[in-house]
């Protein structure tokens, strides 16, 4: 895929999102559990919103010399990705998206806002390194790996959102859902193996019960 139709892809994965989160249901739902349990649909919202955030200050901020890493080691080394549900870092990442959330949908909202009009330019500004660091972490990504984590986040927690309120799941473009369904089974084989992946997809019956990626 082009970096002219991986961009497209990340901003339709936007568009798709903030209709989402700018629905009554959501509003109407803001301080009621989502279907993350723990997790406000408001405190859900932020969190979904703030992948373009997260995206929007990457990108205005200048590139740094690191080496990035390959994208399916980023989930490798993530803390989050093999913790349970109720460990410090899960928890941790709750917290702080239900007490962000505290505000209201329209500050929430206008802030999303900012983030994601200043995406357009940025995305189309020259970076070198083209890679985006992420300081949570530690490490660097290339933008276009950065981009595919964050359509993912968009994705899953789109399924997520959509499911707290009774409204149908979004329905992603072509050039949203194959990476992104490119990483997840990635990151399924590397925890579950090869076999296991290969069989819940083509042989239900000698599948393992579970191979999620997360």
Known sequence: MSRADH?????????????????????DAWAQESSCAGMTVGGLTHHLLNQAGHTAKGLAAEPRPDQPIPLLAHYESAAWVRADPDDEVNVGIRDGDNEQALVGPDAVLAAAREGIDALPDLLTRPRDPDTIYIPWQGWALTTDDFLTTRMMEMVVHGDDLASSVGLDTPTYPEGVIAPVLGLLTGVAVRRHGQAAVVRALSRPQRAPAVVSAF
């Open 7 to 27: 961009v497209a892809a990340f901003l339709a994965a936007v568009d798709l999102t903030w209709e989402l989160a700018t629905t009554p249901q959501v509003r």
